[in-house]
């Protein structure tokens, strides 16, 4: 039993040395990674000014883009989610799954998790 507590404590003190040494960059891909696998429950807000204007709920994550040809970032994510007309955070008759993207550098929106 104390050789498994001691396996377990090394293995976790290595995965810390390990993500400290990374760029933050390499974090952030790891820990989107980790979400995406497990799932969340998310909402995207889309604002005009300071006026809600567009809500999808139930996305499960966010992408972003990369070129086909490159393989470079695009200056955009998307994804999948449903249409809250109403934005009531519920799925009502009527509003459906739908597939969206929005520009990095116009968008004005806030993605959260919503349990």
């Given at each position: ?78 994804g999948y989610g449903?249409?809250?007309?109403n934005f009531n ?12 993207e929005f520009s ?12």
């Amino acid at each position: 039993m104390k050789l498994m507590k001691s396996a377990i404590l090394s293995g976790t003190a290595g995965l810390l040395v390990l993500l400290t040494g990374c760029t933050q960059e390499t974090q952030n891909s790891l820990s989107r990674s980790i979400q995406n696998w497990t799932g969340t429950n998310g909402v995207l807000d889309v604002y005009a000014g300071e006026k809600l204007v567009k809500r999808f709920i139930n996305i499960d994550k966010l992408s972003t883009a990369y070129g086909t040809s490159d393989g470079k970032p695009r200056p955009y994510r998307y994804g999948y989610g449903y249409d809250d007309k109403n934005f009531n955070l519920k799925v009502d008759p009527g509003e459906k799954k739908v597939y969206f993207e929005f520009s990095d550098y116009s968008t004005n929106y806030i993605f959260y998790e919503h349990n």
